[in-house]
């Protein structure tokens, strides 16, 4: 039995994947979340659905959502017997009722995503603005709505006689906010006209790159304007990073028993970090019952250590709530906040070097989104890039124990130490050995990169 969730790394995820597949696994049994139902060709012989809600809001699953789920049974590739889908249900009540919503029911019509007012149309705007044929002229608020009247969110509205889901009143003020944003430029207009001349900025094309919203690319400028260009560092980056609602989780939202004391602690572990203080104001912000930015503040300190080569061990306990010893919570998913970082970060980076062109950042911004996917020191992310196998976390953890962070500590090292931290494997040894000669070598001919950065040369 093995299990799948959406917290595990990329090759924890391929290993589980790949053996459920296999004949010859020993893993017949796959308990997982949605993330593996929605999105990923898994079939199986039978599924057990044990609940028809999503996890944390309580929302019930659309019979398309369950659908989906229950189709993984059966598909092609596995036996050629039939799948079976189970609900589990609470009694016959309650089996009656998922029997005619779920299995019986049909799924809910196709409808257009933009009309889901948790949907940012201003991101499909710059996205539509972004497209060559715009790119090639400058367009106006007229283009624009004409842009929106064509979409299938228009079509339906049109069609079930709803209002327009666009007026103009609405359209002025998203190209508004995107223009005093500083993501699109315009030709200037008399006062209520809809504006003339659109063009995407730099900030306006790394917003669709990204796939950020716009709300958490705003706050991030926001933020890093008000830092000092010197106080520009991986602390306070990653810091605003944790700014953006596609880093959001709940998981590190517990309520601690003494949100004062806990809110002071964590705020100086970001100031201890170097965290620039605006940034960390505005991550955490001020003190309250609430304890509102106390998860925040855990996602950003759980980032720092794991980016600073800290065991998970050390790392959940250092943000997990310290007056709960004797029945500690779980206090979040580590690895999985600093690998969703790992995925902005280099966002982040392109935003301070909008805000503040002068600012020298060094290697960083090649360095600090392998050290938050892989969770090891700025030291060794040359080794990394240069490793003919992976190495898995432990070994850098250990060379770092050791201080072998640099590669001519590494080529300097005694063999069986190096070994040592190698987990006594051999292929692993080589491997760091030779990525450390090939790092230094690659200094002597004009310093070292990234390999996957030559592909953007």
């Known amino acids: 039995?093995?299990?799948?969730?959406?917290?595990?790394?990329?090759?924890?995820?391929?290993?589980?994947?790949?053996?459920?597949?296999?004949?010859?696994?020993?893993?017949?049994?796959?308990?997982?979340?949605?993330?593996?139902?929605?999105?990923?060709?898994?079939?199986?012989?039978?599924?057990?659905i044990s609940d028809l809600e999503h996890p944390g809001d309580g929302r019930p699953y659309s019979v398309s959502e369950y659908k989906n789920m229950a189709g993984r049974a059966g598909r092609s590739g596995r036996r050629e017997r039939p799948g079976r889908a189970v609900i589990l249900a609470r009694g016959s009540a309650d089996a009656e009722q998922k029997w005619q919503r779920y299995v019986r029911g049909e799924p809910e019509p196709v409808r257009s995503a933009l009309l889901d007012p948790a949907v940012d149309v201003r991101g499909v705007l710059l996205a539509g603005l972004a497209e060559p044929a715009s790119l090639a002229r400058r367009r106006s608020g007229p283009d624009v709505q004409r842009f929106l009247a064509a979409t299938f969110a228009a079509h339906q509205s049109r069609v079930s006689g709803s209002p327009d889901p666009f007026p103009s009143a609405e359209v002025r003020r998203m190209v508004g906010e995107l223009i005093s944003g500083g993501f699109l430029k315009e030709t200037p207009v008399a006062a209520g006209e809809m504006p003339h001349g659109l063009v995407l900025t730099d900030l306006g094309g790394l917003a669709v790159r990204s796939g950020l919203g716009v709300d958490s690319v705003s706050s991030v400028v926001e933020a890093l304007r008000s830092v000092p260009a010197d106080s520009v560092n991986h602390a306070t980056l990653i810091c605003a990073a944790q700014l953006t609602t596609e880093l959001r989780d709940f998981r590190f939202d517990l309520f601690p028993r003494s949100p004062y004391k806990e809110h002071a602690r964590l705020a100086a572990q970001l100031r201890k970090r170097g965290v620039a203080e605006t940034v960390c104001s505005r991550l955490i912000g001020p003190p309250s019952r609430s304890g509102s930015g106390i998860g925040p503040a855990r996602r950003a300190?759980?980032?720092?250590?794991?980016?600073?080569?800290?065991?998970?061990?050390?790392?959940?306990?250092?943000?997990?709530?310290?007056?709960?010893?004797?029945?500690?919570?779980?206090?979040?998913?580590?690895?999985?906040?600093?690998?969703?970082?790992?995925?902005?970060?280099?966002?982040?980076?392109?935003?301070?070097?909008?805000?503040?062109p002068t600012v020298d950042l060094g290697d960083l911004p090649d360095t600090l989104p392998t050290q938050l996917e892989l969770g090891i020191v700025q030291g060794l992310v040359p080794i990394a890039w240069n490793t003919e196998v992976p190495l898995g976390r432990p070994v850098y953890l250990s060379l770092a124990r050791t201080g072998l962070t640099t590669p001519a500590a590494i080529l300097a090292a005694d063999p069986d130490l190096l070994l040592d931290c190698a987990g006594g494997d051999p292929e692993r040894h080589s491997a760091v050995s030779n990525a450390a000669a090939i790092v230094l070598a690659d200094a002597d001919e004009g310093g070292h990169r990234n390999p996957s950065s030559l592909l953007l040369d």
Not at 17 to 35: D, G, H, I, N, Q
Not at 323 to 347: C, L, M, S
């Open 1 to 48: 039995m093995a299990f799948h969730i959406a917290d595990l790394a990329m090759d924890e995820r391929r290993l589980l994947e790949e053996s459920f597949r296999s004949p010859e696994s020993e893993v017949r049994v796959l308990v997982a979340t949605t993330t593996l139902a929605q999105g990923v060709n898994l079939p199986a012989d039978a599924v057990v």
């Open 301 to 356: 300190v759980a980032c720092l250590m794991w980016a600073e080569g800290i065991n998970l061990a050390s790392i959940e306990r250092a943000i997990a709530d310290q007056e709960k010893r004797t029945r500690p919570e779980f206090p979040g998913p580590v690895q999985y906040t600093a690998q969703r970082a790992a995925d902005v970060i280099a966002t982040v980076v392109e935003i301070a070097l909008l805000v503040h």
